[in-house]
């Protein structure tokens, strides 16, 4: 009887065995035409979402028929990785190469074993660049200017308002370096790639809205800081004269170094704008720093947007070293006025400023400033 039950038990495993390589072969016959009908997402919750496109590195189902002599999955230029595993008579599974293409056909194509070709409309979708901010915005003609942002796939142009390209010295997905043009304007500047092309928000060279300048020096403090003619040891002018603030100070000293009010400064106090009063989360406070010597200690205070003297200020606080280099520096505008004891009111007359420094701890000054100045966060 045992001996009678294991032969039963023998023959139904090789009759399983059997119908699961029928069924396997069958799933893999690759005899037929092939043919997609459609390409979806791979989560089982979304199997009805079908795509056109899709993004770098995604998984994605190709569905179709006698699918399973596939050998080779195209993205544009761009050969992705099969997984045998992945494939059956009726899908495929595959993932997005995630390379730059550099032809853009915005075509998936599958090769197959018995020769035959399959192409379908598929869009890659690659970011067109984002640019967020520049090192310094102020870059003299012939020197390198850095842009961060991402999606910076080459190849790339920078052109700069004025209709100029610069030079590229290097560029990162994430960083480009470019030798400024002669003839680059103040204004925005536009990154393209084959993937789309952008405007920056930022402005080069921004001259908007500039409330502390030294071109000419006005106000009550300091025309001694003015530099307009920098020797061997200054750092190199970027938009006229700027000031260097240099000598030890000790905690808790007063140290004005620019600003006064209204009367004193002339028609540049009226240079911040009545949205950034408003709408103060619509703006930016910008300034250019050079930090011959690194800003350790003590505090630099900004008072911008004040109706009369006061000592409301904004705080910016240490530690702070662009290692002798400009730099451009961008604090929220909401942050800034949000420190003050009273909020700020349109005053057609302009507004009292001041640069100053005043707080805890020595410090041995050596820094530059430039262009004071209260811009758009985003350029329409």
């Known amino acids: 009887m045992k001996k009678t039950n294991k032969i039963v038990a023998i023959l139904f495993i090789a009759m399983a065995a059997t119908t699961i390589y029928t069924s396997c072969s069958k799933d893999n016959d690759d005899s037929g035409e092939p043919r997609v009908r459609y390409v979806r997402v791979t989560r089982p919750e979304s199997k009805d979402s079908l795509l056109v496109g899709a993004g770098q590195g995604r998984l994605i ?35 997005v190469p995630t390379p730059i293409p550099i032809i853009i056909s915005n075509k998936l194509k599958m090769l197959f074993k018995n020769g035959k070709t399959l192409e379908r409309d598929f869009v ?23 842009i961060r942002g991402d999606f910076f796939y080459e190849p790339l142009t920078v052109t700069f308002t004025g209709g100029v390209a610069g030079t590229l010295v290097d560029v990162k997905d994430d960083l480009i370096q470019v ?12 990154v393209k790639t084959n993937f789309g092309e952008t405007k920056s928000d930022f402005w080069f060279r921004d001259n908007r809205s ?36 240099k000598k030890p100070i000790g ?103 001041r640069i100053l420094f005043h707080g805890p701890g020595d410090l041995d000054a050596d820094i530059c400033l430039d262009n004071f100045r209260v811009v758009p966060k985003v350029s329409k």
């Not at 071109?215 to 000031?243: E, Q, R």
């Open 210 to 245: 500039i409330f502390i300048s030294s071109d000419p020096f006005t106000g009550w403090w300091n025309a001694s800081y003015v530099v307009s003619n920098p020797g061997a040891s200054d750092p190199p002018l970027i938009n006229g004269n700027y000031i260097r603030f």
């Open 61 to 95: 189902a190709i569905v179709g028929e006698n699918l399973g002599g596939v050998t080779e999955v195209w993205f544009n230029d761009q050969k992705a990785n099969l997984t045998p595993t992945y494939i059956t008579n009726t899908s495929v599974l595959v993932t």
């Open 179 to 190: 030798r400024v043009p002669a003839g680059a304007q103040p204004g925005q500047i536009t």
């Open 251 to 353: 905690a808790w000293s007063w140290n004005e170094l620019a600003g006064g009010p209204a009367s004193a400064m002339g028609n540049i106090s009226k240079n911040v704008p009545d949205a950034a009063i408003l709408k103060p989360e619509d703006y930016y406070l910008k300034f250019e720093v050079n930090t011959v010597k690194p800003y350790t200690s003590n505090l630099m205070k900004i008072n911008v947007a004040l109706n009369a003297e006061d000592n409301d200020n904004f705080r910016w606080d240490p530690p702070f070293d662009t290692k002798g280099q400009w730099q451009t520096v961008s604090i929220p505008f909401e942050t800034v006025t949000g420190s003050f004891r009273v909020k700020p009111t349109v005053n057609p007359n302009g507004y009292w400023c």
């Open 124 to 146: 890659v979708e690659i970011s067109e660049p984002w640019l967020q901010n520049m090192v310094s915005e102020f870059v003299n003609t012939g020197e390198v200017a850095t």
